[in-house]
């Protein structure tokens, strides 16, 4: 018997039947109330007299077992017609299955027959919707302020409903310029006779759903807690500034990583019992800093989300497939029973002997499996025995939860000091006799962590484990085995590297900015690449653009991504789609002083913020990138620095002013470093 699957009405039927047993003392609320609630007759009345009663009340009045039989064959006369709802006519149709309720009919001259007449009368006549939650303004209309200067609105909607089609006027103006009152004049009219015949007796009901809430709202009698997003809220409650000041804003700004750990340390419970493993502590917390410096493009507490749910997701398929070790052995032996059968249709002497050889080799890997196998089913079935534990306490719990919201103290003891104790001790007991050499565990510790960031980001696990104070060291040494005779130059990206992850610069800021000059062949590149290999384990990693293709205004598109509606605006910029699917990496910028000024202008925006907005709206994360532009202006200087005709600061000193003269100030200034890569002597 399920209320939300009964009308408006029936619910009322049923509320009146249950406030008769009450006041009359009655256990159970039965057929009689409910006929009594629809008609209140002396004949009813005489019969719940004669039921038994209690004094004082009890405290919980159930239904009948004549009323449940007599709602499901309601609910039956429900179903053949497919309503949606319970109705009061069907319920009526249910109670006149009962005998004792034909009887009482029968005494006031009504019969059966007569009483399932009432089906043709469908439902509640419509749920009653107008009448409930809109107001009928000609009802209203003595109640109205009268009309004034509205005259020719009014007319004008006059002559639009009455059309065949495109009946609909929508009245549209500024805030309070008067466009419910024509409305309300035309309510006014309708009541005067003042409109022709096909509207004279229309009803004119007025339905604003917003309106609804506005003034329960306003008077305290709804209270009510909204949800959106700050665009939505921007987008739609905004625009509406009367139901806006109904509401009181709380900004809900993203957990930080302290409280998303405290968060998955909460769901954690329900995780393990659902998925039947185990999940450490120390690997929440390792997860939480992992995303938080990893994944950068999800709001966190969502991505933490999928993280968890990623984890135990895949050890749990681990728990139910064969482990690595048995696996291998298993693909090992069918090669070799493959090869048997080969062998064993050769005649030949060296076919024999090799038959021979496989025989024993097969022998020897059937005596390594067998053990294995029967470790591998021991476990199972300990591991097994671990998840249906789990679970049947997840039940447990949740019924003894139960119990305390009821103040059911006996069942609630019961479950405390009986079957929960009984299963935690028994879950004890096994946990604890686990092997040291096992081959299946339930634990989920921070190396599996690792394995998932790696699926997500491509970093190695290898890489992952180390932190970042580990990866850093020797950073200088590294880049110098690899890039010869630019020591300088070397140097001084180690340095803004470090300055960048000691947080001594701007938080927003890329991991480090760098223009690098000089003359082609001289290692500019090969740094890059070096760079990438040591902070991201792939010299590959860099994402390269030649600027040369970006000279003209329009070429920002390409970089960026075409805005929605031009063509092309589908497949992404060059530059965000790279970064945002690898946001750890390298940019590197090639001959940038051939780029158009716009695509300086675009590059700002990443050199200060360290972010972008795509084409699409999309903003592209650049924090965990370095970005490197590399230029070839000057080169002629450098050159002539090599061959001793000027001093090498005097060289750097014009290479500096022909720089000034094609880059824009504010370029310069968000660069962690300018590098100088020296001519190399041969």
Partial sequence: MNPDKFTHKTNEAMAGAYERATSLGHAQFTLLQVDAAQYVDRVFHQALKKLPAQSPAPNQVRASYSLIKAIRHAQAAQQSRRDTHLAVDQLILGLLEDSQITDLLKEVGVTPAKGKRWRVHPGDTTFQALKSYGTDLVEQAGKLDPVIGRDEEIRRVIRILPRRTKNNPVLI???????????????????????????????????????????????????????????????????????????????????????????????????????????????????????????????????????????????????????????????KRMQLEVELHALEKENDKASKAQLVEVWRELDDLRDKLQPLKMKYRKEKGRVDEIR?????????????????????LAIAANLIYGEIQEVESTLAQIEGTADENIMLTETVGPEHIADVVNCWTGIPVTRIGQNEKERLIGLAERLHQRVVGQNQAVDAVAEAVLRSRAALGRPQQPTGSFLFLGPAGVGKTELSKSLAEQLFDDENLPIRTDMSEHME????????????????????????????????????????????????????????????????????????????????????????????????????????????????????????????FDPLIT
């Fill in 388 to 408: 249906r534990l789990k679970q049947k306490r997840d039940k447990l719990i949740l019924a003894l939860q139960e119990a305390e919201r009821r103040y059911d």
């Fill in 553 to 676: 205004q329009h070429s920002v598109a390409r970089l960026i991504g075409a805005q929605l509606g031009y063509v092309g605006h589908k497949k992404g910029g060059q530059l965000t789609e790279a970064a945002r699917r690898r946001p750890y990496s390298v940019v590197l910028f090639d001959e940038v002083e051939k780029a158009h000024l716009s695509v300086f202008n675009t590059l700002l925006q990443v050199l200060d913020d360290g972010r972008l907005t795509d084409g699409q709206g999309r903003t592209v994360d650049f924090r965990n990138t370095v970005i490197i532009m590399k230029s070839n202006l000057g080169a002629e200087h450098l050159l002539s620095g090599l061959s001793g005709k000027c001093a090498m600061q005097v060289v750097r000193d014009r290479v500096m002013q022909e720089v000034r003269r094609h880059f824009r100030p504010e370029l310069l200034s968000r660069l962690d470093e300018i590098v100088f």
């Fill in 173 to 331: 103006g500024e805030p309070a310029v008067g466009k419910t009152v024509v409305v309300e004049g035309l309510a006014q009219r309708i009541v005067r006779g003042d409109v022709p015949s096909n509207l004279a007796d229309v009803r004119l009901v007025a339905l604003d759903m917003a309106n609804l809430f506005k003034p329960m709202l306003a008077w305290g009698q709804l209270r009510c807690i909204g949800a959106t997003t700050l665009e939505e809220h921007r987008k739609y409650i905004e625009k509406d500034a009367a139901f806006e000041r109904r509401f009181q804003q709380v900004y809900v700004a993203e957990p930080s990583v302290p409280n998303t750990i405290s968060i998955l340390q909460g769901l954690k419970e329900k995780y393990e019992g659902h998925h039947g493993v185990r999940i450490q502590d120390c690997a929440l917390v390792i997860a939480a800093q992992l995303s938080s410096r990893y994944i950068t493009d999800v709001i966190f507490l969502t991505k933490q989300l999928i993280w968890f749910m990623e984890i135990v997701q895949m050890w749990e398929l681990q728990l139910d497939s064969q482990p690595d070790e048995i696996d291998k052995h298993e693909r």
